[in-house]
């Protein structure tokens, strides 16, 4: 059966973090292993530094691609002493795919100019991580996942075609996977007119899942910088626990709610499919990390998730009547078509509010299409607080210092919107 590994920016992120990608590799002895890798280190928010100085006409376009271009170019020699070696000319040829992009005049849909520059990232890990395999022994073989990840042309959030998706993943993977490891890229996708889109910030895990479900995988295992799936992130609170198994169920809200460990979109096929999902760390790739199965475990430790940049947004009526059916339904309706995700919302008699994430690009059209029909304030700064299987003792200690400015608690979550106490 199949296995399917994903390697994050993290793993990847210097020439050290690939030769251990490689003994990764090697230590999983059965043959057929498709391996999704992302873009090295910080570079996706490179790339979209680039695309933002690009398509705004910055002076600093050069020098921005130039410091992506040495970043790279200083592990390749860390990783290939022959400077003949080929993956030289196929990074620079990437490069030049790039370079080509940014002579034209920048298209008018930011959102497709942006999916056409930063996917770049991980079409270049994938070169140098493919090349160092066969370089150290491995027979590894480059797809571009834009031939097999199909979807529609909803640029930076582009909406898989599962029928087309399935049919050539199925169609070609499993001969390719019989005598050598796939090398592909997270993140990326094709249009059915050969435009490349992306699947939303951190979307590698997505790509990894639909991969494992098209294939029927035995299990998805994704590499990361901690032990295994913790009750909080160890950035932002001390003392974490890790969970050594957890219900898809689980998993699934603690994604929604914004933990960051999985990427949200990763579960479902994967739960749909009954596989397994191995969160393991890749500096210790023998410990057990932790499993995402069906299963009935009952998290014990409350999962902490914390999200930051959150706006609050209230709205009413302009001339303050009761909000109604129809009203809500204009509302959805707008923030679909915005394309901004509520992370929480609270209707009163004549307010609803909804808290969604900061975005200098998407919020300030929102709230231009809502102002022509409702009264809209909005606060910015805020954090989100969600904790599933919550005690009392663990939300006043985590709210102590905090003014929570709206609250909901349901039998096994409790939801928070809060902002630092004055002083
Ligand atoms: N490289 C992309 C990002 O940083 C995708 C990923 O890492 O999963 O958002
Ligand atoms: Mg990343």
């Known amino acids: 059966m199949v296995n399917v590994f994903k390697f994050g920016g993290a793993s990847v992120k210097d020439a050290e973090g690939i030769k251990n990608l490689a ?27 680039l695309t933002k100085a ?42 030049v795919e ?31 991580v493919s090349a160092y395999l066969n370089y150290s022994g491995i027979a590894a073989k480059w797809l571009d996942a834009r031939s097999y990840i199909h979807t529609d042309n909803t640029y930076r959030e582009g909406k898989v075609d599962w029928a087309r998706t399935q049919k050539s993943i199925q169609q070609n993977i499993p001969a390719i996977l019989s005598d050598q490891v796939a090398v592909t890229q997270g993140f990326i996708g094709g249009t059915s007119e050969n435009f490349t889109t992306t699947l939303g910030r951190e979307g590698s895990d997505y790509t990894a899942a639909i991969f494992a479900s098209c294939l029927n995988a035995e299990a998805v295992t994704i590499w990361k910088d901690v032990p295994g799936v913790l009750n909080a992130d160890p950035k932002l609170f001390p003392n974490t626990v890790k969970y050594e198994e957890l219900s898809y169920r689980d998993a699934l809200e ?90 929480m919302m609270q209707l009163s008699a004549i307010s609803y509010s909804a808290c969604v994430d900061a975005d200098d690009r998407r919020l300030p059209k929102l709230m231009s299409v809502l102002e022509k029909s409702f009264k809209v304030k909005y606060n910015t700064g805020l954090q989100l607080l969600t904790i599933r299987h919550f005690n009392k003792e663990v939300i006043s200690q985590l709210t102590a210092s905090k003014t929570v400015i709206l609250e909901q608690i349901s039998r096994h979550t409790a939801q928070m919107v809060l902002r630092d106490a004055q002083a």
């Open 254 to 343: 603690m994604t929604f709610y914004g933990a960051t460990v999985i990427h949200p979109k990763t579960i479902k096929p994967l739960q749909n499919s009954k596989i397994p999902l191995m969160v393991k760390p890749f500096l210790s790739p023998l410990e057990p990390g932790t499993c995402i199965k069906e299963s009935n475990v009952q998290i014990t430790q409350p999962a902490i998730i914390l999200k930051n940049n959150q706006v609050l947004i209230s709205i009413s009526t302009q001339d303050l009547s009761f909000i109604t059916e129809d009203h809500l339904c204009d509302l959805y309706g707008i923030f679909a078509a915005e394309h901004i995700k509520v992370n």
């Open 54 to 95: 690009y398509t705004g006409k910055q002076a600093d376009v050069q020098d921005i691609l130039n410091s992506i271009k040495n970043y790279h170019e200083s592990i390749i020699k860390e990783l290939f002493e022959d400077r003949n070696h080929p993956v030289y000319n196929e990074v620079a040829n990437t490069f």
């Open 98 to 128: 790039i370079e080509w992009i940014l002579e034209e005049e920048p298209h008018d849909d930011f959102d497709y100019t942006y999916d056409q520059i930063v996917s770049m990232g991980e079409l270049i890990s994938t070169r140098i």
């Open 23 to 49: 003994r990764i590799v090697e230590l999983n002895p059965e043959k057929n292993l498709l391996v999704v890798v992302s873009a090295m280190g910080k570079t996706t928010n490179a790339l979209e530094e």
